[in-house]
T-cell receptor, first 113, second 115 residues
Framework: NAGVTQTPKFQVLKTGQSMTLQCAQD?????MYWYRQDPGMGLRLIYY???????DKGEVPNGYNVSRLNKREFSLRLESAAPSQTSVYFC????????????FGNGTRLTVT | KQEVTQIPAALSVPEGENLVLNCSFT??????LQWFRQDPGKGLTSLLL?????REQTSGRLNASLDKSSGRSTLYIAASQPGDSATYLC??????????????FGKGTHLIIQP
């Protein structure tokens, strides 16, 4: 069972470069999320999509954009990367919002120099 | 704003011991509470989900309890094994509002089981 798949696993960018983090789930879940995890800060929500066709900002959306391409896929784009965006990014999905268990991908470790 | 605290931040115990991890939250108006496990370099794996109307949930050697009125949850691990070494996080879901920002994570307890 694949669950939630994130690509790439690792990425190094230079300041100002752009990139898109990909996420796909095969559990037919309605809701999808992007979190970042930083030492001492815990998990912080960047954007989420409650259902196909909707997206909403989380706690730390600045510098990011998202696209819910279809029910399976939810991508996160950094338009102009900054060193402050160095982090581990996790995608997650759930059947129906945060009241159902979240399933996480294995993360993308991003370094911005 | 909901705050979730996990104490201790790190714990090291010999194999075979029973142990308790703690999670406290400031707003008792929660819908449910989840315990997750995170292995190094991996994502979070959901272990147990307790609804606000429940007192505890069990899965194998794991037992999670919830005392909503006092804002506390514990994760009990029986007969610990080296394979239990990981970071354990709890997360609470607020009743109010429907947005995903109603899910608040603690920073985790890093657990090491010594062989």
């Amino acid at each position: 069972n694949a669950g939630v798949t994130q690509t790439p696993k690792f990425q190094v960018l230079k300041t100002g470069q752009s990139m898109t983090l990909q996420c796909a789930q095969d559990m037919n879940h309605n809701s999808m999320y992007w979190y970042r995890q930083d030492p001492g800060m815990g998990l912080r929500l960047i954007y989420y999509s409650a259902s196909e066709g909707t997206t909403d900002k989380g706690e730390v959306p600045n510098g990011y954009n998202v696209s819910r391409l279809n029910k399976r896929e939810f991508s996160l784009r950094l338009e102009s990367a900054a060193p402050s965006q160095t982090s581990v990014y996790f995608c997650a999905s759930s059947e129906a919002g945060i009241r159902s268990p979240l399933h996480f991908g294995n993360g993308t470790r991003l370094t911005v120099t | 704003k909901q705050e979730v605290t996990q104490i201790p931040a790190a714990l090291s115990v010999p194999e075979g011991e029973n142990l308790v991890l703690n999670c406290s939250f400031t707003d008792s108006a929660i819908y449910n509470l989840q315990w997750f496990r995170q292995d190094p370099g991996k994502g979070l794996t959901s272990l147990l989900l307790i609804q606000s109307s429940q007192r505890e949930q069990t899965s194998g050697r794991l037992n999670a309890s919830l005392d909503k009125s006092s804002g506390r949850s514990t994760l009990y691990i029986a007969a610990s094994q080296p394979g239990d070494s990981a970071t354990y996080l709890c997360a609470v879901t607020a009743i109010r509002g429907g947005g995903a920002d109603g899910l608040t994570f603690g920073k985790g307890t890093h657990l090491i089981i010594q062989p």
